[in-house]
């Protein structure tokens, strides 16, 4: 019963959006760097209770900024709100809501949506929404507390206001970068094979069925190249799969290295590879599919063990025929690698009808 509790405890906030902690963190350092600074401010505007209350607010930020250092985010969110939702409020009470204390409330709007699950983030942002309200309210009805002199109130609201605005444009550069990383990473994920880095099957149909599109149009030759590596069930049965996972990556670099930057190479299944060589005739590609087999037989593969072991590669070469679909030109590639196979392996066939 414990256990089954246990298992469906929720994710912890930090492991969901590290990210959003890391930038909570960086916030804390700012805001108390902006405390220290209201704190001499307003002590040279003689406004001491506002001087002091900064004290209070870099401590917070301090205990909160060592808080999330050790994970305990929901303390540290405790502090940073508290100290905000006060701040805010006393600044607009004491010297007015010409101030622009205010401002820094509307920054937890997208925080908010960050650190909540949704259900919550609604909840807190119409709290926040009846906080503001109330305060802009109740300045209609009250004169300012300590109110300073307007050349001064002019000053701590411009300044208010440009650290709101750097702090947004700080965020938002912050928010931007996460996406576009986080786009990056899911594009990448979407087209490659997480093992060797190449295409994967999916992602290569695309590309090559854009090629057959190529050339049909301007009729320019595109070659095709189906690689496979020889024996690999006997690599992973003697060495175990981790070694075939390293054979693997070898072998797609070794490809590569060998093959022209402009030609498409995929992890087409378990120990195959699909290369679509653009511009490029039957007989070149099957002298780069040669290429490609020497420089597998010549290169020195050590298991993790450091054992010798031999590593061959057959391959397949065909080419695009005005008739053809996709499909019909990688099978004669497969059907001169079935020839190679069954020729002895380690060797380049070329489609014969
Ligand atoms: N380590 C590892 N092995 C894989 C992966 N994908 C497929 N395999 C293995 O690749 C092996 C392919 O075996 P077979 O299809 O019999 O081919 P082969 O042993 O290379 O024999 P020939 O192709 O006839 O020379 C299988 O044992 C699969 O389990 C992978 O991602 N990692």
């Known amino acids: 019963m414990s256990q089954a509790k246990s298992m469906s405890v929720r994710e912890p906030i930090r492991e969901r959006r590290p990210q959003f902690w890391q930038v909570a963190r960086r916030c804390c350092q700012i805001a108390a760097t902006v405390d220290v600074a209201f704190f001499f401010l307003f002590h040279l ?5 506002l001087a002091w209350i900064n004290v209070v607010s ?25 100290e905000v939702i006060i701040h805010a409020g006393l600044g607009v009470v004491l010297i007015g809501w010409g101030s622009g204390f205010h401002y820094y409330l509307l920054m937890f709007i997208p925080a908010l949506f960050v650190s909540m699950r949704l259900k919550g983030a609604v909840v807190a942002l119409a709290a926040l ?13 009250i004169e300012p507390l300590q109110p300073i002199a307007p050349g001064a109130l002019l000053g701590v609201y411009l300044f208010n206001l440009s ?46 069925e854009k090629e057959l599109a190529r050339f049909r149009r301007s009729g320019h030759p595109t070659a095709f190249l189906v690689l496979d590596i020889d ?22 670099g070794i490809i590569k290295a060998q093959l ?3 030609d498409l190479i995929a992890r087409w299944g378990g120990e195959e590879f699909l290369a679509v060589l653009p511009d ?43 008739e053809d679909d996709l499909n019909s030109a990688i099978n004669r590639a497969d059907r001169a690698l079935y020839r190679s196979k069954e020729g002895g392996r380690n060797r380049v066939e070329v489609e014969t009808v």
């Open 163 to 208: 650290v709101v605005f750097a702090m947004f444009s700080y965020l938002s550069f912050f928010y931007l970068t996460m996406v576009t990383s986080a786009n990056r990473k899911l594009r990448r994920m979407a087209t490659t094979d997480s093992l060797t880095g190449l295409f994967n099957r999916r992602h290569m149909t695309y590309l090559a």
């Open 58 to 82: 870099v401590t917070m930020y301090v205990v909160a900024y060592r808080a999330l250092g050790k994970q305990q985010n929901r303390l540290a969110i405790t502090l940073i709100w508290a």
């Open 45 to 49: 505007l003689d406004s001491p209770i």
């Open 280 to 322: 490029t005739q039957l007989h070149s590609a099957q002298a780069s599919a040669e290429r490609v087999r020497e420089a597998l037989l010549s290169h020195v593969w050590l298991t993790p063990s450091g054992e010798r072991i031999d590593i061959t590669i057959s391959a397949g070469v065909s080419e695009f025929r005005g």
């Open 231 to 252: 024996h690999f069930k006997t690599i992973n049965d003697q060495y175990g799969h981790e070694a075939g996972d390293r054979v693997l990556e070898e072998v797609a």
């Open 129 to 141: 929404w009846g906080y503001y309200v109330a305060l802009y309210l109740l300045m209609w009805f």
């Open 260 to 262: 022209r930057a402009q």
